[in-house]
């Protein structure tokens, strides 16, 4: 039966049409066998059986399962539907909060209406007689007032009230003590004797976010055994007990991890992988102390919780956070994301449908990064129907196209340098302002210019840098010393780099340098009063909306553009190519401001400040003095070095926030002079592209999305609006003869030519998303 059609009190209900039209092949393979995922594979996909599970299973279902569904989970209905969408795994509701099996933990209730129900086992069974494999769901951070009654000391203390800190109406249990080290594992162990799933996901896995200091006695005893000091009562980050606080969070964490996954792998066999969930978005692991570059060299899989996009950062996003992830976890394994079928707004109706667009294009710019889809309802149970058409013809494309889709490398010339250190100590409490605008500024303009980029973790500066001719360091304040070394060897080697604001004046505690470690690359040095050297002045500059610019130099004013003051001469002269498009101004927006520096003579200054007039009435919009000597854009050129920019004017920040058109044609500007020009992929034509480009062995692939549409900057989006014609231009990959192309979304085979190592074809028109494969 379609589960929007309530089940009579027996929990059967006539088959309908749909059911027997799609349950055929399901039924077929059925029959009794309890297979592991494994082993249902190996049966029916041979080719693939040598790979491991997590290696294999790229599409996703979860039907996140309410209370009230123990009663009318109709289970024949949700195989049909994992066969059309080709699923190829399951997560289930499993334990923590409430169990969905007969569990025997104590303090372990059962789901309300489970009765004698065994509704994870069920599903198990069902699952693996498809060859479905199955995440079993945990929610590990929330238990009711009874259990805190009877184990007070499992949970966390707030000094404030003498009761745990509380979330979603649960208390929440401390991660150090035996709820997190004993209970929990004990469930884990449970499950994974008696259901062997493949794995274990957990929706809320690590705690207690930073924004809190947990009190409880397990923690003054942990952290006076592992740091040797007492908590610190306040969030100071240049207390030392605070730092060392910051770090001993992510450690613990770290220590949950791997008991999780040790439990998980001795009672279930060596690849049930405990998985944790994770989002992708640096600033909120950093929030909930779940240090992402360690848990992706931990995992094998990495199951996403990044449901939705948001109007300040758009489809976009999800392509950031594919490039991020797989940046730290490797292209060589999956990344599986839940994608909301629901209503998703500053309200949330997760039982209305959201429309297909949408839902499209979140899926499609994530899986053009590398995401697999993982399609996510709310109850079993859907009165609004529609969703269950949306992954439909998607997840059909997706299985046919798989091998596209997966194992690829990237290929680009751009890297933006990022760390989660420098999210902590030196973004502290303004980590959006420091760290995450500039970043997004950067990600924002090269998504305008089509140019493939890859983002770098500090850490990994000297394994992926040798494929890169640019590094972007956007306000990376807090750098190690082997940090400075890695990019210092880049650009004695000839390597470009851009660089902004306060990069590299801070040690890995935030605390500032005597001066920018990297200021005899930049040619530029901080006096002693520079605003940038303290905490306090650098926040409050970053939040200045001020009416200045900065002026271009030299000035171009002349006769022919318009007129000039009075007994002035039109000036003339040329300008350097990264100011190429400004010809007709001498100045462009800024908002914000900066300060004197000490200049290097190498250097030439192309920006700099004009200074703040008012904005009303009109009779007072002018300034008698609108030049300064204040530089705002330093570019540093030396022979054997790579070309050098230097941001002082936080720009990538302003069109982060502002989304000035000038600002992101200079930001392009200086991208394309400082990498030389050196971009592997060239695209010509109308619209908002999000541009990838990957290779495999014999061939090159360009994913374009397609992010022109009517609702854009602000959701829903109800229609898609194609583009084109497109010219696209790729540099071959070694290995890559360009011998013939194809396109996998409109299956057309444009005309192909190559010249000078470069493949160039015309696409006519894409509507929502194309694959082209060069061979």
């Not at 923690?219 to 007492?230: E, M, P, Q, T, Y």
């Not at 194992?407 to 502290?428: E, H, K, L, M």
Request: aromatic content about 10%.
């Amino acid at each position: 039966m379609n589960p929007s059609i309530p089940a009579s009190s027996s929990g059967l209900s006539p088959r309908r049409t749909f059911l027997k039209q799609t349950a055929v092949a399901t039924a077929a393979i059925a029959g009794s066998r309890y297979l592991r995922f494994s082993e249902a594979s190996a049966a029916t996909a041979p080719a693939s059986a040598t790979k491991p599970w997590f290696l294999r299973a790229t599409r996703w279902m979860q039907t996140n399962i309410a209370e009230l569904d123990n009663t009318r989970y109709d289970i024949p209905w949700w195989r049909a539907q994992w066969a059309r969408t080709k699923t190829q795994g399951i997560v289930v509701n499993a334990g923590g909060i409430v169990a969905f099996y007969p569990t025997q933990i104590p303090f372990h209730p059962k789901a309300q209406f489970l009765g004698d129900r065994d509704l994870f086992g069920d599903l198990s069974k069902a699952a693996r007689a498809d060859g479905v494999a199955v995440f079993a769901r945990m929610d590990s951070n929330g238990a009711p007032e009874e259990t805190y009654q009877a184990h007070p000391e499992w949970f966390t203390l707030n000094t404030q009230t003498g009761r745990p800190f509380a979330d979603r109406g649960l208390s929440i249990p401390c991660i150090n003590g035996a709820y997190y080290r004993e209970h929990i594992p004990a469930i884990l162990k449970e499950i994974a004797e008696k259901y062997k799933p493949e794995g274990f996901t957990d929706n809320i896995w690590s705690g207690l976010p930073r924004a809190n200091i947990c009190y409880c006695d397990n923690c003054v005893k942990k952290f006076r055994a592992d740091r040797g000091l007492d908590l610190p009562q306040q969030a100071n980050w240049d207390e030392p007990a605070y730092r060392a606080w910051i770090e001993w969070g992510y450690a613990c964490r770290l220590e949950i991890w791997d008991l999780f996954n040790k439990t998980t792998r001795t009672a279930g066999g060596p690849d049930c992988l405990w998985v944790g969930m994770n989002g992708v978005s640096i600033a909120g692991a950093a929030g909930e102390f779940r240090d992402y570059r360690e848990i992706c060299k931990r995992t094998e899989i990495l199951m996403i919780d990044n449901q939705r996009r948001v109007d300040t950062t758009g489809f976009q996003s999800n392509g950031v956070g594919g490039r991020l992830v797989h940046g730290l976890l490797g292209w060589d394994k999956l990344a599986p994301e839940s994608m909301a079928l629901y209503q998703t707004a500053s309200e949330n109706f997760r039982v209305a449908s959201k429309p297909e667009p949408e839902v499209r294009l979140w899926a499609l710019d994530g899986i053009a990064a590398g995401i697999q889809p993982w399609w996510h309802y709310i109850n079993a149970y859907q009165e609004d129907r529609r969703m269950y058409e949306t992954p439909v013809p998607l997840g059909q494309w997706h299985q046919q196209h798989e091998e596209f889709l997966v194992n690829r490398t990237p290929v680009a010339t751009v890297g933006i340098v990022y760390s989660q250190r420098n999210n902590d100590f030196f973004g502290r409490q303004d980590a959006e302002a420091q760290v995450n605008s500039p970043q997004r500024g950067f990600t924002e303009a090269l998504l305008h210019a089509r140019i493939p980029y890859i983002l770098v973790h500090a850490d990994d500066l000297d394994r992926d840098a040798a494929q890169l001719k640019l590094l972007i360091l956007p306000n990376l304040g807090t750098m190690t010393d082997a940090h400075i070394a890695s990019v210092r060897k880049f650009v004695q080697n000839g390597g470009g780099l851009i660089a902004s604001g306060a990069t590299s004046l801070c040690d890995q505690w935030g605390d500032p340098r005597a001066d920018l470690a990297l200021g005899d690359l930049f040619g530029v040095h901080l006096p002693a009063n520079h605003y940038l050297r303290n905490e306090a002045s650098r926040r409050q500059s970053a939040a200045q909306s001020t009416q200045t610019y900065l002026r271009l130099t030299p000035e171009l004013r002349a006769q022919v553009d318009g007129p000039h003051p009075a007994g002035e001469p039109a000036a003339v002269g040329t300008r350097h190519e990264v100011l190429r498009g400004f010809e007709h101004t001498d100045i462009i927006p800024f908002g914000g401001s900066v300060a004197e520096l000490s200049l290097d003579p190498t250097v030439q200054v192309l920006l700099t400040l004009v200074p703040n007039r008012p904005t009303a009435p009109p009779e007072m919009i002018w300034t008698q003095n609108d030049h300064t000597s204040l530089p705002g854009l330093i570019l540093n050129e030396r022979a054997g070095f790579g070309r050098v920019v230097y941001l002082a004017a936080d720009l990538d920040r302003r069109y982060a926030r502002d989304n000035i058109a000038d600002t992101e044609h200079l930001l392009i500007n200086l991208v394309r002079w400082a990498a030389k020009d050196d971009i592997p992929l060239k695209i010509d034509g109308p619209g908002l592209l999000d541009s990838h480009l990957y290779q495999q062995p014999g061939r090159a692939l360009v994913h374009l999305v397609n992010l022109s549409n009517t609702n854009a900057w602000r959701g829903p989006v109800e229609e898609l609006i194609p583009v084109g014609p497109l010219k696209i231009s790729v540099r071959l990959p070694n290995g890559v003869s360009g011998k013939s192309l194809r396109l996998l979304v409109s299956n057309q085979k444009p005309a192909l030519s190559l010249a000078n190592g470069w493949a160039s074809f015309e696409l006519p028109s894409i509507l929502d998303h194309e694959l082209a494969v060069i061979e």
